[in-house]
Structure formats: structure tokens, C-alpha cells
């Protein structure tokens, strides 16, 4: 009989929640932590054990899994006080599937492998629906052997795993996904309403496009949101901000120029301005609507 590594899971948020739904499911125990507690009680009635602290999370795992707001966030849970770092033991595992800085990464990683445990770093993409039907785009970036060992829990929660490279390697595959997500996205909202400002079928343009060599993710789900005036969230405006300095921070630290990306974070500024934090990343769209003098849907 074959025992299961035991799951620790840090940070049940939108994306925590269905990521460790799913490790349950896949038959692993699973014990979790997140700062609110409230947050964790449909996990732990579907079978977890809750700790007090993200050190008591660590003590009752084999694999420890977090997935938190920003770099300073994985730094308090796994280096400060009662952090996971305290109650790690040698050949423990960690894997932050955060989005953070790869500089960050390789910090904690060092940290950590003074005590004898391995970390991986695993972002995703997919959102909160890919994070519920546990079909997520994971990239993953430390040992390859330790990867290796890893996968299959890395499987309960998603589809398409990928191994990067060393430490970092995960993070920067990510910064790369929300280039292509920010600039795409910004594509998609100008298009429509270059389309809208001259007076087309928006809905007929949308369509005619989609499945050509201008198709893409984004113009197929995010470009039918847009077409029914829906911005609500599957992805967060004030994370995707986020996820944009990160993008910055890493292209400063390596002199690249990033001239797109940089348009696409002051267009994101002006959501920001007007208090469109908590709406998705399609409101971008307000921001071109605006320049346009064109609303996209009257």
C-alpha cells in the first residue's frame, strides 16, 4: 500500500480554496492555515485539519504548499515568526506557488536549504476556474529530481505541468504569462472599440476574428465579457498590478527594456485611479473607452 505524503497548505484564498479541494479529493491529508480562519471552514469540513500557525502547518506535513498575496507575504509565512521554516524537519519540501519575485524566490530558497529542505517554486495560471476544476498551468522552477518526486500532487491541481529550470526559473515563466495576459488584453479592449468607434457590428467583428490568426484566450473569454459590459473578476485588477511590478522590478534588475508591458501598467494605473481595483482585467477596457471617447457597449 502506497502512503501519501501529508499536505500542508498555506493561504486559502479565492485560488487556495479549489487548489486544496482538490488535494483532498486526490486522497491526500491536508492540513492548512490562512490568516483569516474563517476562510479555511469549507476545507476543513471537507476533511483538513486546521493549524494555529503556518509553523504548525509545517509540522504535520511532508510537502508544504503556498500560495499568499506577494513576496512579503511568503517571506512572514515561511521565515518569520512561527513561520514554516520553524517547523520544517530535513527532506521536507516546500512549493510556493505564489507570484512573486524571482529574486525572492532564490532568497527563500537559500534560506531553506540550510535546513535541509528543498523548495520548488510553482505560480499558476488559470484563475480561480482553473484553480476549482484543478485544470491550472503550473511552471515550475528548482531541482528537477525534487520536481520529479513532487509531480503528482502537483497534478491534483493542474493540467499542464511544466518544469522551468532551477529556483526562480518558475517565477520568471510566470512574469512571461502575464506579459503576454497584460498586453493581449489591452489588444483585445483597443480592438473592440477601434471597432465600436467606426461604427461596426462589434459582436460580428468579435466573432470574425476569434477564429483566425488574431485569436486568443483573451479575445474569446475576456472579448465576450467585454461585449456584455461584464467586468466582474477572474482575475483581480489590484493582483495583476501586483504581478506588474514584479515585472518591472525583474526587467530593472536584468536592463531589459520592457516598452509594451510599461503601457500596459499606466493603463491599468488610470483602473486604478478610478477605483476599479476589485473589478477584473478586462476593465481595461474603461481606460481605452475614455481615450476613445466610445463606449465599447451603450
Known amino acids: 500500500m502506497i502512503t501519501l505524503k501529508k499536505i500542508g497548505f498555506i493561504g486559502i484564498g479565492l485560488m487556495g480554496k479549489g487548489m486544496s479541494l482538490n488535494l483532498l479529493k486526490a486522497g491526500y491529508p491536508v492540513t492548512v492555515w490562512n490568516r483569516t480562519e474563517s476562510k479555511t471552514k469549507p476545507v476543513v469540513d471537507a476533511g483538513a485539519k486546521l493549524a494555529k500557525t503556518p509553523k504548525e502547518v509545517a509540522e504535520n506535513s511532508d510537502i508544504l504548499i503556498s500560495i499568499v498575496t506577494g513576496s512579503d507575504d511568503v517571506k512572514e509565512v515561511i521565515l518569520g515568526e512561527n513561520g514554516a521554516i520553524y517547523g520544517a524537519k530535513k527532506g521536507d519540501v516546500f512549493i510556493d506557488m505564489s507570484t512573486i519575485s524571482p529574486i ?25 476556474i482553473g484553480a476549482n476544476n484543478g485544470t491550472l498551468s503550473i511552471m515550475v522552477g528548482g531541482k528537477e529530481k525534487v520536481f520529479e518526486e513532487c509531480k503528482p500532487i502537483l ?3 493542474g493540467k499542464t505541468i511544466t518544469y ?33 468607434k467606426a461604427g461596426v457590428d462589434v459582436e460580428r467583428v468579435h466573432q470574425a476574428v476569434s477564429g ?3 485569436g486568443s484566450w483573451q479575445l474569446t473569454n475576456n472579448g ?3 461585449l456584455k459590459d461584464d467586468m466582474s473578476p477572474g482575475f483581480k485588477i489590484k493582483d ?41 482585467t478586462q476593465a481595461v477596457v474603461r481606460a481605452v473607452e475614455k481615450l476613445a471617447g466610445q463606449k465599447l457597449v451603450s
Not at 104 to 128: F, H, N, Q, R, Y
Not at 170 to 195: D, H, P, R, S, Y
Not at 246 to 262: R, V
Open 104 to 128: 525572492a524566490t532564490v532568497e527563500i530558497a537559500e534560506e531553506l536549504a540550510k535546513k535541509g529542505v528543498e523548495m520548488l517554486d510553482g505560480p499558476v495560471s488559470g484563475g480561480v
Open 155 to 157: 497534478e491534483a491541481m
Open 164 to 196: 522551468i529550470g532551477g529556483n526562480g526559473d518558475g517565477q520568471v515563466c510566470k512574469a512571461v504569462n502575464q506579459i503576454l495576459v497584460g498586453t493581449t488584453m489591452l489588444g483585445v479592449a483597443e480592438a473592440l472599440v477601434f471597432a465600436a
Open 212 to 214: 483566425g490568426a488574431a
Open 224 to 226: 465576450a465579457r467585454l
Open 240 to 280: 495583476y498590478l501586483k504581478d506588474l511590478r514584479i515585472i518591472m522590478e525583474t526587467g530593472d534588475a536584468n536592463k531589459m527594456p520592457l516598452p509594451a508591458t510599461a503601457l500596459v501598467l499606466q493603463m491599468f494605473r488610470h483602473c486604478q485611479a478610478e477605483d476599479m481595483l476589485q473589478d477584473g
